[in-house]
């Protein structure tokens, strides 16, 4: 399935390796390869996770306190955010809209 990354989840996943790799150099790289498999999964999967709210699912991440926020829609799947799991879930509320 085509898989369409909102502009602010691109953001946030580029904070995150940004932080990661300052807190050990390549760290943040290998956070990025196991967003890109999460991903991967989402794309050949998308109905494997549990929904999250009516519309969204939810992937966790390996290796990291994350989850990939995203909807399926009929022209393909939506990222909505890339969130840290230790954030308040509210604060990615009104993507679901």
Known sequence: MKLRILSCAEQ???EAVDYYNAQRPGLGF??????RVALDRIAAF??????????SRRCLVCRFPYGILY???PDG??????????RDPARWQERLS
């Open 12 to 14: 946030e996943f580029t």
């Open 46 to 55: 998308p109905e494997a996770w549990p929904p999250s709210s009516a519309r």
């Open 30 to 35: 290998e956070f990025a390869a196991e967003i």
């Open 77 to 86: 799947i939506v990222v909505l955010a890339i969130m840290p799991l230790q």
């Open 71 to 73: 909807e399926v829609r």
